[in-house]
């Protein structure tokens, strides 16, 4: 029977998945303690870009740590750290940009949050999210609009945490990740909860020859595929939930509906038909 000769690579390739879902529902403690145990033995992960992926949930789950309890003993140690890593983050960014600016960005923004600059750290939530949706980096674009959202949260901006808490869990359900869904829904429910239904114009139902050219009904095709997947979701829970992704679905499709090229009419037809897949839909007012 064989064996690994040095069982630390594998260790921490693992550990530094391990880590992802760690921070992302709160783990912090443990995510730091991951994280660390890979850096120890970080230089076996050389060439991979993993390393860096460590470095940068460690940093996101000190700095959560910090914003725990700001004025605490441990906050410049803590933030000495968080630089250290982010300058071992710059190091291969100068020479793959692509791979790790959002990284940077992140943890720059919430830095400036903690050391008061706020304007900073609009701005590189803003560069952070730009960047992932320009190179479709889906999780980190979702964790970008999340952090974004709960900073405006943190700062009673309620609308602008409510717009960007609804691209989060847009985002999540893009990439299927129902638990996050499920975790900012019920951990942002008041803030959620408050969005006024989106008004639409009475246009009525359109047939098909309508729609236009066969570009638009590619695109329209595609945006039903992915409202029933948004949809599916709400269909194992209460109406609060459906009320809640109803509303996530149409103010997204909108912005959707314009990437593609979409006039609003077919939008009004579309989203009137994908209405009835849930019946309960019609209930609550969306």
């Known amino acids: 029977m064989r ?11 693992y550990n530094s998945l391990h880590i992802i879902p760690l921070y992302l529902f709160g ?39 910090v914003k725990e309890d700001p004025s605490g003993p441990e ?9 250290e890593y982010k300058d071992k983050i710059l190091m291969w960014q100068a020479e793959c940009n692509v791979n790790y600016l959002m990284w940077s960005h992140l943890i720059t923004a919430e830095t400036s949050e903690l050391m008061g ?18 190179h479709d980096f889906m999780l980190e674009q979702a964790v970008a609009f999340e952090l974004q959202g709960e900073f405006f949260v943190r700062r009673g901006a309620r609308r602008a945490a409510r717009a960007a808490i609804m691209d989060a869990i847009a985002t999540y359900s893009t990439i299927s990740a129902s638990g996050k ?18 008004r639409t114009a009475d246009v009525g139902i359109q047939t098909a020859d309508t729609i236009g050219d066969i570009e638009n009904k590619t695109s329209a095709k595609k945006l039903g595929i992915w ?10 829970h209460g109406s609060a939930r459906e009320s809640i992704l109803c509303l996530v ?29 849930l019946p309960s839909y019609r209930s609550i007012g969306c």
């Open 27 to 65: 783990h912090y403690d443990k995510a730091i303690e991951i994280g660390n145990q890979v850096t120890s033995t970080i230089s076996e992960l050389w060439s991979f870009r993993n390393s860096r992926l460590t470095l940068f949930y460690l940093s996101l789950s000190v700095l959560a740590k």
């Open 249 to 277: 679905f149409e103010v997204k499709t909108q912005t959707m509906c314009r990437a593609w090229g979409l006039t609003y009419s077919i939008f009004e037809v579309y989203w009137s038909s994908i209405k009835q897949f």
């Open 181 to 198: 869904v499920d975790q900012l829904t019920a951990k942002h429910e008041r803030v959620l909860k408050s969005a006024p239904t989106v």
């Open 75 to 83: 906050r410049n140690i803590s933030l000495g750290k968080v630089r």
């Open 117 to 134: 600059d706020y304007h900073n750290a609009i701005q590189s939530y803003e560069a952070a999210v730009d960047h992932t949706q320009l």
């Open 3 to 13: 064996t690994c000769a040095n069982t630390s690579r594998p260790r921490d390739l």
């Open 227 to 236: 409202a029933k997947k948004l949809l599916g979701i709400g269909r194992k």
